[in-house]
Each structure stands twice: as C-alpha cells, then as structure tokens.
C-alpha cells in the first residue's frame, strides 16, 4: 500500500491511474478504524478494480467545544487494516496539507446540510461538504463508499455531487452493528461500560418503531411517539432527535413509505451517537 501526503503527488498519481486502472473506488475516512469502515472497504473491493483511502480528521467539521482533540487517532493500526484488505493507494495528508494559510473558499448544501445533524452542528456540514468535495477533486474516483449510518451526510454528499456535476457515483453501505445491535463507531470508544449499556436505547427505539411499521402503522407522528416512549425512560441518555423524514431532502414526512429515513441522535454520556433505519 502506497501512502502519500502532500495533495500535488496524491493528484499527479491519480491522474495517471484515472486512465489505466479502470474502476477505481475511494473510501474516505477520519481514522479509528472499525468493522464497519471494513465493510466499505470489502464493497469497494468487489466493484472496483482498484481502492484508495484516505484518513484525515478533519477540523472544519469541528465546532468549538467539541472533541477534535480527542478524536481517536489510531494511524498505524488503521494502516495495517487497509493493507490487509488490499488498499492500493492511502492519502493521508496533514491539515495545512489541505488548508494551507490563505484557502477561504468552503461549500455549503442550504437547507438539506441544516437538517436533523446540521441542526445540532451548525456548520458541521459545509466542514464535510468541503473536504470531501476537495479529496473527490484530487482523488478524482470512480465511486465513493459511505456508511448509512451517516444517513444526513449522504443526503448532503449526494445533493453536492449532483448540483456540482462530479463524475462520480456515491455508494451508500448498510450499517455495521455489534452482536447486541449497537451501531458500529468510532465515537462508542468514548463510552465506559455503563454508557454502553445506556447507549442501547437508541437500536431499540429504532427496532420497535420497525415493528410498528411492519404491523401496518404509517402514520409518523404515532410511530415518533412509540420511540419517544422507549427513549424516554432511559438514564443517562440525552435525546437530540428522533425524526421521520425523507431520506433525500430530510424533511419530516407524515406518513412513511418505503425508504423513508428513521433516525435517531442522542447524547450518551458525553457522547454523541447517531443511529437510522429505512423502511421496508
């Protein structure tokens, strides 16, 4: 695996591979690698014929007071996985790398990158909208893999990529959970052994509300209700939201049809976790 750091060498290669290696995936990532990354990994690998990565935590998707600093940083572990899983080509390059002194220019997504995550971030998502559109630029992939657990992301990426013309297709992958159903993240290494245990709801509020819909409940304000009514018996759990929305605009819907998006975000502890389903 080729690790590179400085943008012009990560372009100069990718240009001279864009025209001789064929299909050719990107998994960007901030690092602390999970199962879950993996899975991207291992879908890229059967629909690619080659994989790049990238690892950069990126601080304009940081607001002040969140956990930057602390952000898990496991970089020699994470290049190991990547290797072991036949990544061609790591990017990982430094943040002046990426916004060296001078660069004012971001990108913001109105309305959708304002829903549900941008609502409780403000401004998280231009952070994204950015950096990724700037790694798509000097990557310059066939396809690029997300997780859906980051189901507002992809809502965001996806707009992004259609109102700027990339010539790229955006894949989303299902969420990877733990054996007891907790979302797989980076973010659950915050969380001590009770927090894990508290952080539990948020896959059950989900899982009834599921249930609900297969026994023929469509009505959103009812199915909201259910899941609040699990939420809110729970300790140490901090609700930031539960909605109900469509999974392309993030708008709240009144009644669900298959593929509306069920999310849910809440505060464990200290941690901030995310979680969603689409209706079937």
């Known amino acids: 695996m080729q690790i590179v750091k400085s943008v012009a060498e990560m372009q100069s290669i990718c240009r001279k591979l864009?025209?001789?290696?064929?299909?050719?995936?990107?998994?960007?990532?901030?690092?602390?690698?999970?199962?879950?990354?993996?899975?991207?990994?291992?879908?890229?690998?059967?629909?690619?014929?080659?994989?790049?990565?990238s690892i950069f935590v990126n601080p304009l998707q940081?607001?002040?007071?969140?956990?930057?600093?602390?952000?898990?940083?496991?970089?020699?572990?994470?290049?190991?996985?990547?290797?072991?899983?036949?990544?061609?080509?790591?990017?990982?390059?430094?943040?002046?790398?990426?916004?060296?002194?001078?660069?004012?220019?971001?990108?913001?997504?109105?309305g959708i990158g304002d829903r549900l995550d941008g609502a409780s971030r403000p401004g998280h998502f231009t952070g994204v909208a950015t950096v990724v559109a700037k790694l798509f630029h000097i990557?310059?992939?066939?396809?690029?893999?997300?997780?859906?657990?980051?189901?507002?992301?992809?809502?965001?990426?996806?707009?992004?990529?259609?109102?700027?013309?990339?010539?790229?297709e955006v894949v989303g992958c299902a969420i990877v959970r733990d054996t007891d159903g907790l979302a797989l993240s980076s973010r659950n290494k915050y969380l001590n052994g009770l927090e894990r245990e508290q952080a539990l709801v948020l896959h059950q509020a989900l899982v009834r509300i599921a249930k609900s819909i297969a026994g023929g409940e469509r009505e959103s304000s009812t199915l909201l209700q259910i899941g609040r009514n699990i939420l809110d018996k729970?300790?140490?759990?901090?609700?930031?939201?539960?909605?109900?929305?469509?999974?392309?605009?993030?708008?709240?819907?009144v009644y669900v049809e298959k593929g509306t998006l069920v999310a849910v975000a809440a505060y464990v502890g200290r941690t901030r976790l995310i979680d969603n389903f689409l209706a079937a």
């Open 62 to 110: 940081f607001a002040p007071g969140e956990d930057f600093a602390q952000y898990p940083r496991t970089f020699e572990e994470d290049c190991r996985l990547l290797e072991a899983e036949g990544v061609a080509l790591l990017f990982a390059p430094e943040a002046r790398e990426m916004y060296p002194d001078g660069a004012v220019t971001t990108i913001t997504v109105p």
């Open 139 to 168: 990557v310059a992939p066939h396809r690029a893999y997300f997780g859906q657990k980051d189901a507002a992301q992809l809502a965001v990426l996806r707009q992004m990529v259609q109102d700027l013309n990339f010539d790229l």
């Open 234 to 253: 729970a300790t140490g759990v901090q609700v930031d939201y539960l909605a109900i929305v469509n999974a392309e605009s993030l708008l709240p819907v």
């Open 18 to 53: 864009r025209t001789q290696d064929g299909m050719r995936g990107f998994v960007p990532t901030m690092g602390a690698l999970h199962k879950g990354h993996i899975s991207l990994i291992q879908r890229a690998r059967t629909e690619c014929q080659t994989v790049a990565a």
